[in-house]
């Protein structure tokens, strides 16, 4: 049975799956979460409901999923390799431009309230999102680690992920501006690589 219900959910092409994931946050960004519809989003993309709820499992998935996606490079740090934090962190914030970060801002925001008054959307984020998100700083972390960088004891090694999320979400809140390249930038060198004894 596993192995059939594999098969149904590989059906869709990666550009038709971009595609898919292109449509729900257009849909998202016009709407927002709680009056998105899979019939909206059959109908912008012309599928199916069937397709997708035998590809998604459902509205969560489907749209933690779609914003996973946006991430530039889909997965963050999958490729980035740079032999420094500093330069990985760097790299990582660099992928996206200022225009971009002030529409995943935007995005995010909106999608708060929704994550935290649906119960189904918040397990779809932590199982999408903040958890793969999550490891692949414990990653870029312990390979800072093996080379020396950071001590594996540094306290401050579990809030990595807190640090970052917070700068972005505090930009807009504290300085009514959006995030930048160049306010991360400057934020991972004063804050985060001194909390980890990088200078």
Same mark, same amino acid.
């Given at each position: 049975m596993t192995e059939v219900a594999t098969a @149904? @959910?590989?059906r869709i092409t990666p550009? /038709?799956?971009?595609e898919l994931y292109g449509a729900v946050l257009d849909l998202l960004r016009e709407v927002g979460y709680d009056a998105l519809t899979m019939d909206a989003v059959a109908a912008r993309t012309k599928s199916s409901k069937?397709?997708?709820?035998r590809q998604w499992g459902g509205k969560a998935e489907l749209v933690?999923?779609?914003? /996973?996606?946006?991430?530039?490079g889909g997965?963050?740090?999958a490729d980035i390799d740079t032999g420094s934090l500093r330069g990985d962190l760097h790299a990582l914030t660099l992928r996206s431009d200022d225009c971009e970060m002030e529409q995943n801002s935007a995005l995010m925001r909106g999608l708060a309230m929704a994550v935290h008054s649906n119960p189904e959307l918040l397990k779809a984020f932590k199982e999408f999102l903040v958890e793969p998100e999550m490891a692949e700083f414990r990653r870029v972390l312990q390979r800072a680690v093996d080379r020396g960088e950071v001590r594996a004891d540094n306290p401050a090694i579990p809030y990595m992920m807190h640090m970052m999320l917070g700068a972005f979400a505090a930009r807009t809140m504290i300085d009514e501006l959006p995030p930048t390249q160049a306010f991360l930038t400057s934020?991972?060198?004063a804050v985060v690589l001194p909390a980890f004894g990088i200078e």
């Open positions: @149904r @959910r590989s550009e /038709r799956e971009a069937a397709t997708l709820y933690a999923k779609a914003v /996973r996606s946006n991430k530039p997965m963050g740090f934020y991972i060198d």
